[in-house]
């Protein structure tokens, strides 16, 4: 199967901005409205593979769509995310080209229930700590 990130147009999306690095579409799928994709035009399949200048010029575009959702949407808060599931089965909602999702938040809106925070020890903190330095 083509990769529809790869082919934007082809796969019948409207880019809303771009720079020369990546590119911008609405989700195919939206959590709300305002739900936008930032897309490096190269394909990747995760972020630790992207070149410097690529994953810089995305991050450039991702700052600029998030200004003009605060200034010229009136999008009040922000969820910067970027999915990696490599366990999940190939379906319509998995695309492996890595990308990253900006979603418009509201206070007390349906992100901020469902997730449950959990308890961290200080031993498991330092541990994983460890194994990250
Ligand atoms: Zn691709």
């Known amino acids: ?25 609405h989700d ?6 305002g739900h936008l994709l930032v897309i490096p035009k190269r ?13 810089c010029g995305t991050m450039l575009l991702v700052r600029e769509m998030e200004k ?7 999008v009040k808060g922000l969820t910067l995310r970027q999915n990696w599931h490599p366990f999940l ?3 319509e909602l998995v695309v492996r080209h890595v990308h990253f999702h900006i979603i418009p938040r509201e206070y007390n809106d349906k ?6 925070r959990i308890e961290l020890s200080n031993i498991k903190k330092n541990e994983i700590a460890k194994k990250l330095r």
């Open 1 to 25: 199967m083509a990769c529809p990130f790869c082919n934007p147009k082809e796969s019948g999306n409207t880019i809303i901005a771009e720079n020369e690095y990546a590119y911008v579409i």
């Open 89 to 91: 089965k190939e379906d």
């Open 111 to 116: 992100m901020a229930s469902g997730i449950e």
């Open 68 to 74: 003009r959702l605060m200034e010229r949407v009136g």
């Open 28 to 33: 195919k799928h939206p959590i709300v409205e």
């Open 43 to 55: 394909h990747y399949e995760t972020i630790v593979e992207m070149d410097e200048k690529t994953l």
